[in-house]
């Protein structure tokens, strides 16, 4: 089936980027996606991508794709306080199973002054 | 305020007690689904529903029940809990869409003893 890998942890300082990665195996996804998740709140859509995109850029967040690979990336500039939080990378086949999204382990972000 | 409730938020109960975590949306989302989220295993769907009516398995439905008798609720049934399903629960809404955004809940905390 599906598999989406996340690497667990990643600390930063305020002020500088962070990279979050993810690697994929449905070489059939057609969005992918990136869920910020707050201490104790569900999880909310912070950016997505289309698979036939090398790049998206939203404010501070800067999505990379690398389909080849099944890469994904999101890099978030001058990071702060308010960034610490669970982020998700997820996969979607098609628009018609909006359902049947999956999602890696998450990396925990933590923010550093 | 389009939101997606769940209630109990947290719950201890012990072996083999059913319970009922109910979710409702107020959004008219079509689609809805739940998931459970363990450490270091990320989220995984345990059934989603398409419409009223209409439901399916995801990837880990076993111990689980569910039902779509109206388009706002989608409670999720545990016939007769078991430890190994202690874990933090997310209801989730969406309705087809160009990129199909996923509305979480705020998540129910079960502990089974």
């Known amino acids: 089936g599906e598999d989406v890998e996340q690497s667990l942890f990643l600390s930063v300082r305020e002020g500088d980027s962070s990279v979050i990665n993810c690697t994929y195996t449905?070489?059939?996804?057609?969005?992918l996606y990136w869920y910020k998740q707050e201490p104790g709140a569900g999880l909310q859509l912070l950016t997505y991508i289309f698979s036939n995109m090398d790049m998206k850029q939203d404010q501070r967040l800067t999505v990379l794709l690398n389909k080849k690979d099944k890469h994904l990336s999101l890099r978030i500039a001058d990071t702060q306080t308010g960034d610490s939080a669970i982020y998700f990378c997820a996969e979607s086949p098609d628009t018609g199973t909006a359902s049947k999204l999956t999602f890696g382990t998450g990396t925990r972000l933590q923010v550093t002054l | 305020e389009a939101q997606v409730t769940q209630n109990p938020r947290y719950l201890i109960t012990v072996t083999g007690k059913k319970l009922t975590v109910t979710c409702s949306q107020n959004m008219n989302h079509e689609y809805m689904s739940w998931y459970r989220q363990d450490p270091g295993l990320g989220l995984r769907q345990i059934y989603y529903?398409?419409?009223?009516?209409?439901?399916d398995k995801g990837d880990v439905p076993e111990g689980y029940k569910v039902s779509r008798k109206e388009k706002r609720n989608f409670p999720l049934i545990l016939e007769s809990p078991s430890p190994n399903q202690t874990s933090l629960y997310f209801c989730?809404?969406?309705?087809?869409?160009?990129?199909?955004?996923?509305?979480f809940g705020p998540g129910t905390r079960l502990t089974v003893l």
């Open positions: 529903s398409m419409n009223v009516e209409v439901t």
């Open positions: 449905d070489s059939s996804s057609t969005y």
């Open positions: 989730a809404s969406c309705t087809p869409s160009s990129y199909n955004e996923q509305f």
